[in-house]
C-alpha cells in the first residue's frame, strides 16, 4: 500500500492549486497533471506544459460519487451502478456537464469525463483541495505516460509546480473512459476496468467503439508510442527475422528470447505485463533503440486494454 505524503507537503500543494498553478499528482493507473477544473487559467497552463492542442478535453477527477452532481446535468442510474461498483478505481465516465467546469477543460463540450482515482495520495489531495481537479497523463502530448514520478520530473521538469510522489503506479496504463450520454453506454478507451465487467454490473451489453473512432485524443496515431519505431509482432515471426535485424533491435515479449540487442521478459497475463509496458518503453528510448519489436501478452481481462496501447504505440 502507497503512503500518504505529509501534511505541510500536502498543505502546499493544495495552497499551489488554489493559486491557479499545475500539480503533478500521482493515481494508480498514471501520473496525472492537475490543475483546479473550474479555474479557465489554470487548465490553460496544463495545455501549455503538456503542448496539448486545445481541442482534446481533460479528466475531471473528483474525491468519491456524491461530487459529481456538483458537475453534471444529470447523473444517470446506469452511471451510478458503474460509480458505486468501481469507483475509486480505473474507469472514467462521460455525462452531461454543468456550468461549473471551465470552458477550457472540457474542450468546449457539452459533456465533462469524471473519475475517481484509486491512490492514497489522490484522494488526500482530492479531499484536502476539495473541488475538481482536471489532469490528463502528465507528460508531453503524444508521448508515453509516466508511471512513476521520476517520470514526470524527466518529461515536465520545472513546468510543474510541484510533482507529488506516491510511488510506481499499480495498474500502469490509462482508465476505461465510457460514454454514458449515448442511448447504450460506448467504450471509447479499454483500460483496467474490463467491459464484461460492465456489462456484468449494468446488465445490459454495452458498445466499443471502432479504431477509427476519434472521439477520444488517446485515439489518435502516435499516441502511447516511444520515440523507438515499434513494430507488433507474433512469437511464429521471430523465425523470420534475420540475426542482423535482431541484434540491431530490442524486443519486448512474454517468453525468453535470444539474438536481440536488448530483450525485456515480460508476463504472460496482460495485467501485469501493463504494469511495466510504459516503463520498458521509455528505458527502450533511454538505450537509443531505433526499433522494438513487441510480442503481446497472451492472457487475462486486459488483453484488449494492452493490445490497445500496443496498435497505436506501433501505428
Ligand atoms: O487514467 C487516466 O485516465 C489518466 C489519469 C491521470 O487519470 N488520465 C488520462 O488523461 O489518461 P488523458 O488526458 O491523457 O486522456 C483522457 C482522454 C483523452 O483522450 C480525451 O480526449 C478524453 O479522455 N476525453 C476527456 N473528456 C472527454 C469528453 N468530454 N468526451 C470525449 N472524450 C473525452
Ligand atoms: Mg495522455
Redesign the pocket.
Known amino acids: 500500500m502507497d503512503s500518504l505524503v505529509p501534511q505541510d507537503t500536502l498543505e502546499e500543494a493544495v495552497a499551489l492549486l488554489k493559486d491557479g498553478q499545475v500539480v503533478a499528482f500521482p ?1 494508480e ?4 497533471l492537475g490543475a483546479d477544473a473550474s479555474n479557465s487559467d489554470a487548465v490553460k497552463k496544463i495545455y501549455d506544459i503538456k503542448s496539448r492542442p486545445t481541442n ?4 475531471v ?1 473528483l474525491a468519491n460519487a456524491e461530487q459529481v452532481r456538483l458537475w453534471v446535468r444529470d447523473f444517470p442510474d446506469n452511471a451510478r451502478k458503474l460509480a458505486e461498483a468501481f469507483w475509486p478505481g ?1 474507469l ?1 465516465m ?1 455525462m452531461y456537464k454543468n456550468g461549473r467546469v471551465a470552458d477550457e477543460a ?1 474542450a468546449g ?1 457539452t ?3 469524471i ?1 475517481v ?1 484509486n491512490h492514497p495520495v489522490a484522494l488526500q489531495l482530492l479531499e484536502e483541495f476539495d473541488g475538481g481537479l482536471a ?4 507528460n508531453k502530448f503524444g508521448q508515453v ?1 509516466p508511471t512513476s514520478a521520476n517520470h514526470v520530473k524527466t518529461d515536465l521538469g520545472n513546468n510543474v509546480a510541484m510533482v507529488l510522489d506516491g510511488g510506481k503506479c499499480s495498474v500502469g496504463i ?2 476505461t ?1 465510457i ?1 454514458m450520454t449515448s442511448e447504450v453506454p460506448e467504450i ?2 479499454p ?1 483496467g476496468i474490463t467491459r464484461s465487467q460492465i456489462e456484468d454490473t449494468l446488465g445490459i451489453e454495452v458498445n466499443v467503439s471502432s479504431e477509427i473512432s476519434n ?5 489518435t496515431k502516435s499516441h502511447y508510442s516511444p520515440k523507438a519505431n515499434v513494430i507488433l509482432i507474433e512469437v511464429t515471426d521471430l523465425d523470420d527475422l534475420e540475426e542482423k535485424t535482431k541484434s540491431a533491435s530490442g524486443i519486448i515479449a512474454p517468453i525468453s528470447v535470444e539474438g536481440f540487442g536488448f530483450a525485456w521478459q515480460m508476463p504472460q497475463d496482460a495485467e501485469a505485463y501493463s504494469k511495466s509496458l510504459y516503463a520498458v518503453f521509455r528505458e527502450a528510448d533511454e538505450r537509443r533503440l531505433k526499433t522494438v519489436y513487441v510480442i503481446p501478452p497472451s492472457e487475462g481481462e486486459m488483453l484488449p486494454a494492452v493490445v490497445d496501447r500496443l496498435t497505436k504505440a506501433s501505428a
Open positions: 493515481t493507473t498514471v501520473y496525472g482534446h478535453p481533460l479528466i477527477h480505473p472514467t462521460i472540457v463540450s459533456t465533462v469525463a473519475r482515482p489532469g490528463p497523463s502528465a505516460s490509462e482508465s473512459i460514454d471509447l478507451r483500460g472521439r477520444a485524443s488517446g485515439m
